[in-house]
């Protein structure tokens, strides 16, 4: 009557690399283009470089207020002798920024312009051809790339964008993601709740962060404990999107089927990674694309999203993870933690005599409130088993102690 | 003929001190609150603590999957002397998560049953009441604080919100921004550019970024170098927002009224402040709402807003920083920078044998392009002069260099 199998826990590199490496063979990774206006193209992906269609700036123009002169005239200026030049003929007053015509060449601030009266004013030292005038080009040449491919548009990048004349760019499509929680048990949060009926809010938490890494996210409607309904659900996904993502139903309990319906359907790569808290993850490929099953414990389903899809969305995209932040402190506490696998421990901070110390917030996979109560994450290696009070550790920060 | 002053240039952090006790003064970080569906509060800043209104989890469930006891049942139980168990009067068969009904009160992992017969099984050794069983509230209690006031709200705290029972929820309402454009010079940037005419791009870097700090933006018209006009403007905008941006105009030369025309309808705090690219930023209040002059300059906009509207924003919503990341490196080349000012350079990390190589980017304010191709920030103090090459520096990352 042998009812479950114990998983064989992989490594979590190892586990990343299986799963990526399957990715890189099935083309998943090279990500469709289309075109997009730029003023809409902020927080996208460029696909190809983009190249100045004009100079910026596409005149010459000034870096001061002051006059624009020709600088040959000034070469005997001096204060024993100085140059006295008429408008409109010898200078032209310019403010910062305005177009410097033929045939001056040169600015001079206005702190060191004499002036006389209307239309004359005399200069007491030479100016050099060019200098205060900021030339054609200056920001970027015609033909000179703006952007290059696999860039994150930010505010800026529109403005140079703009500025170079682009109006619309190839950008990489986002992939069209859809997630289906799983459980005869779930309901939705706002329904009536008897015991052993659990609201669904996983989908939100996949909600957030695919929309924030750049995943046209969509929440399919609850699938039930049930291979066929599991079976057809991912059927009738797979025509309209990218990548399947299915909450719960990991593990090897009564109602855990998400990996024998993805071996049925597709292959599974990888089921169970060795860390904690969520190692029942299911990696696998149906019709050349991604699923990934996602524990269905709150935590362990938030731990899937930032060591699965997120890096998965950045091999998609070509982008380097965003960069973290770190911080020092000490552990308040002794922590024990689980052999054999990572652990990735919520903990909170606080002010101390010597620097910030760390306290582990209770909670296992369940308990929401360890991730929303913590400043950081702690990442025990597979192979410590304790640590003492009082060790150094480096904290990964999700916000700001205050 | 004079027709410029030098402007007093403010240290820095004094210029924020002084206007943010203005802002204080005048009630500006006072921030109206409005109710939300939690559904869609994701990002948005609460305003007052969420409590729950019932506890979660709100029965008792099992942690494993595996059969629910009563404990006493088994205080005898060992090796020798297994105790036997007839469903459904002594035990009940249950996966993880499921309710643990009375009078049930611990689960005795699968793989520690021996199972006989379908209906019977043994224990072989005792279990404590409790064990292996979510007690009721165990992720909150009924009534206690799912998430506090002034706190941003991520995706698990939308998911742990609804688990609670929250269905809406007081946020900070978004303070309601407009930008003016200003100068003559300006046209879109789809438009023909003859010589003199500058495609107005920095609105789309204010537009970017103020959508990113929880600004609700509007662009306002481009305003022509006439007072007049740009009275016209604020005062236009005064009924409809709580806060006045305003490019261009900032610094003293003829087209230069920003200052001007806030003295007029309201007071400047500060004008001019000590750091490069930027100095000529405008920081008043008019009818106490904020109005800030950014610079014309791209680079030196960017920093405006980075150096005011940001941590501005952060107060209206009582945030601490987002954390930044940094990393260190070693000037390749000497670094002159400007003295009595802070100088803020944009720089590209290469890898060197011993680490980060740093290198200026060329570019005063005028050039996006330094921006966009830096890696990072590197701060030069005001009593800086000048950096040797070689020197250590730490530098804020803007982007992971690859």
Redesign the interface.
Known sequence: ?K??LEIQLTPLDEAQRLFFDALEQAGFFIAPEESLPV?EA?GRVSNRAVHAL?PV?????T?M?GIAVRAEQTVSASEQMPVELREPDDFI?V?????V?EPFDAVIM??RVR?LESGRVQVTQPIASGKNV?PVG???QQGEV??PADFRI???????L??G?A?TMWIKREPRVIYFPT?S?LVM??SE?P??K??E??S??????LQ?WGGRIEIGPLVPDDSMALQEAFKSALERFDMLLVGGGT??????LTAAVVSQLGRVIVHGVAYHPGHPVVLGLIEQKPVIGLP?Y?VAA?FGLQLFVKPLLERYYRL??????F?EGRLAEPIKSVRGAIEFIRVRLEPGADGWRVFRLP??A????S??RAHGILEIPEDVESLPAETPVRIR?L????
Chains 1, 2 share one sequence.
Not at 154 to 160: I, L, M
Not at 399 to 402: G, H, Y
């Open positions: 009557m009812r479950r003023r902020l004009r700036p596409h005149f010459r123009s870096a207020d007053y403010d910062t920024g305005d177009f015509p206005i702190e002036e900021r200056e920001d970027f703006i952007i930010t505010p800026e990048a529109v403005g140079a703009l500025n004349g109006s459980g048990e949060a706002e709740l015991p052993g659990i609201p809010t996983n939100q938490i996949v909600k957030g962060y924030q593990s090897m309990g009564r109602g855990d269905g709150p938030w380097s993870p965003a960069p973290a932040s911080i909670g296992g369940s308990r929401l409130s991730l929303i920060l916000r700001m102690p205050s």
